[in-house]
């Protein structure tokens, strides 16, 4: 069965330092790839995806994130954090077969400090 | 504008009751699902429907159900036989077909329901 695994449940940052949040896969075949992202007591935001194409993906709020098949990763990364990006954040791989549901990580929590 | 609504965004019940859960969706969407989170257990699927009056059982459907009369609407009634109902709830939907971004899920502001 496919997993997705996002390393840390909490990641905090200085205001301005690089942001990285790493999720790794596990699929036999490439999936479609997401990041979403939850404020508190609010429904999921989609930040960015993967389908097909150029395996650097931009999205909203300044995050990118970079799909390696090689290594079965989708890592999202902010190159200047602010405080407006403390969250939950959240990677999700689609299933393969006919569901096409979403597999999800367990979310990794971001604080930005002053 | 088109979206997904839940209401109501609050949701107090005694223990022993049935509530349902309303979530609407105006962006033409064939899939809907049920979400429930809790702190540190991520998005645990309760029961998703791929098209009208059809829906299957996600991974913690025991003591919940749905029903997907309209491509619109999905609402989900948490029953009495749900040991701990208290969560927050997220409805969302997705295209499956055609044209356009498939497979990813738009979200519902969420309901929080608590049971005592």
């Known amino acids: 069965a496919q997993s997705v695994t996002q390393l840390g449940s909490h990641v905090s940052v200085s205001e301005g330092a690089l942001v990285l949040l790493r999720c790794n896969y596990s699929?036999?075949?490439?999936?479609?790839l997401f990041w979403y992202v939850q404020y508190p007591n609010q429904g999921l935001q989609l930040l960015l995806k993967y389908t097909t194409g150029a395996t650097l993906v931009k999205g909203i709020n300044g995050f990118e994130a970079e799909f390696k098949k090689s290594e079965t990763s989708f890592h999202l990364t902010k190159p200047s954090s602010h405080m407006s990006d403390a969250a939950e954040y959240f990677c999700?791989?689609?299933?393969?077969?006919?569901?096409?549901?979403?597999?999800w990580g367990l979310g990794t929590s971001l604080a930005v400090n002053p | 504008d088109g979206g997904i609504t839940q209401s109501p965004k609050y949701l107090f019940r005694k223990e022993g009751q049935n509530v349902t859960l309303s979530c609407e969706q105006n962006l033409n969407h064939d899939a809907m699902y049920w979400y429930r989170q809790d702190p540190g257990q991520g998005l645990r699927l309760i029961y998703y429907s791929q098209i009208v009056n059809d829906f299957q059982k996600g991974d913690i459907a025991e003591g919940y159900s749905v029903s997907r009369e309209k491509k619109e609407s999905f609402p989900l009634t948490v029953t009495s036989a749900q040991k701990n109902p208290t969560a927050f709830y997220l409805c969302?939907?997705?295209?499956?077909?055609?044209?356009?971004?498939?497979?990813?899920?738009?979200f519902g502001p969420g309901t929080r329901l608590t049971v005592t």
């Open positions: 699929s036999s075949v490439p999936p479609y």
């Open positions: 999700a791989v689609s299933e393969t077969g006919n569901n096409r549901k979403l597999i």
């Open positions: 969302a939907s997705s295209k499956q077909a055609g044209t356009g971004p498939l497979y990813e899920q738009y």
